[in-house]
């Protein structure tokens, strides 16, 4: 996808878009994804939006094409005073080197032993409550 290509889909009819559709049909998403592939544009809540589902467009967001998108800008001003200066909200180079630091925390053996902390945590927390 080139940076001046706009994603198929529609923008549905003028000020609603496919608002109401999007509300009141639990399919929308699968619909409009079998129709138009795994990044499509519609209009809703009265902001034309992309929508990107699957795993195509998770690698599209998070790997082949990051650049293109912000994390600090995504976010609501609440989430941000709210999460600071958290890697959520960090973008780029900042983003890379300190997801890099943080990764070895958040696989294999580490993980192990988060479950087995947090089951410890709990039952401790459920006997208390039990009393």
Known sequence: ?????????SFGVPILGETLPFLFDPDFIKK???QYGPIF???LSGK???VMVGPKAVDFVLSSHMNYF????????????LL????????GEEHRRNRRLMMPALHGVALTNYVTTMQEITHAY???WEK
């Open 1 to 9: 996808m080139n940076s001046n290509q706009i994603p198929p889909g």
């Open 32 to 34: 409009r994804y079998r």
């Open 41 to 43: 544009k519609t209009h």
């Open 48 to 50: 034309p939006t992309v």
């Open 70 to 81: 912000s994390w600090r800008e995504g976010w609501p001003d609440n989430f941000k005073t």
């Open 84 to 91: 600071g200066e958290s890697l959520f909200l960090q973008d």
């Open 126 to 128: 459920l006997q208390k």
